[in-house]
């Protein structure tokens, strides 16, 4: 091989091999290569002043469901929690006072129970938000991009759709896809508009499986009505910050087209940076037919989390 044709082969490899790495055109977004906030940058303070405004009442709803160690979970995912007195065997505690205190342990997954994923946590064949790779920022030891502590929290309008209310059903049937035409149509018909910068949240009244005499915890983790991938691409076109419901998964599990798993998690994180929650009770807000409202979150900022157990308040 002469000299020019080792020269030719060798560029020829070369790009093919930057062609395989090239990052996909959706890591390429507004916000810049070294963003890690995503949508949370429609946080704007003018919007968070306008959520504030939607507080009439002053009524606080709590969206975070109640989670155990019988809590179903995506697998493997459990906890679990142990009640001790430290040092306090045998004695009357500390001090003359006696002073005792209980301490808790807790062990198990962040990501179980009422929940926000992080940008860190849903990718495409191990790209994430931003173009990174599983080895640029997702080491064991914690996320050194992206975690939930870069996050201050996240506060603005919330909207509320009833999809249970929208297919006149008492609980909507597993597999059901919320797709565009419906989320269209249930605001619509809920007399609310979708914006840039909400924080949507889907009831389907799912987590009846989870109470009373009839209670169906194996079928309430085994699939769900959600999300559908057309609904997801409708609600990243919006601009919204977060999108939630009362599901363990947030979008419709089996998927509308067999063999793929979690699409609309891809289109909303890392090819959006919108924010997942999940396990939301919204039965309350149903029940008061509160469609707007003023939505407030602060999670615990662990260093390098990809997710975390939440409460996120409602207020209207």
């Known amino acids: 091989m002469t000299g020019l044709a080792a020269v030719a082969l060798a560029a020829s490899i070369g790009a093919a091999a930057a062609q395989e790495t090239a990052p996909p055109e959706w890591a390429d977004h507004r916000w810049g290569a070294e963003d890690e906030l995503g949508a949370a940058n429609h946080m704007t303070a003018e919007r968070v002043k306008l959520a504030a405004e939607l507080v009439t009442d002053g009524k606080v709803y709590s969206l975070g469901m109640i989670v155990g160690s ?3 979970a995506f697998p493997p995912r459990s906890l679990s929690v142990t009640v001790l007195q430290p040092g306090q065997n045998g004695n009357s505690g500390l001090g003359e006072n006696k002073f005792t205190y209980n301490d808790d342990i807790f062990m198990g997954w962040l990501g ?9 946590h849903a990718g495409v064949d191990h790209v994430y938000y931003g ?17 939930l502590e870069k996050l201050p929290g996240l506060v603005g309008r919330g909207v509320m759709l009833d999809m249970a209310e929208y297919f006149g059903t008492d609980m909507v049937e597993e597999g059901t896809a919320y797709t565009a035409e ?22 389907s009244n799912w987590m009846d499986l989870l109470e009373g005499d009839n209670a169906d915890p194996e079928r309430f983790g085994a699939a769900e009505p959600g999300l559908g991938v057309s609904g997801a691409e409708y609600l990243a076109e919006i601009g919204v910050m977060a999108v939630g419901a009362d599901t363990w998964g947030m979008e419709v599990v089996p998927a509308e087209v067999e063999g793929e798993a979690f699409r609309a998690h891809q ?19 149903a029940a008061d037919d509160v469609h707007e409202f003023m939505f407030v979150l602060g999670q615990a900022r662990v260093k390098g989390a990809v997710q975390m157990i939440i409460n996120p308040i409602a207020i209207r």
């Open 70 to 72: 019988d809590t179903p």
């Open 112 to 120: 179980i129970g009422p929940q926000i994923d992080g940008l860190g």
């Open 131 to 147: 173009g990174r790779t599983y080895a640029d920022f997702a080491p064991a030891s914690g996320l050194s991009q992206l975690g």
């Open 182 to 203: 419906d989320i269209k149509a249930a605001a619509e018909a809920q007399s609310v508009e979708l914006r840039e910068g909400d924080v949507v949240l889907f009831n």
């Open 267 to 285: 289109i909303l994180q890392p090819e959006n940076g919108i924010y997942i929650l999940e396990n939301m009770d919204t039965r309350a807000l």
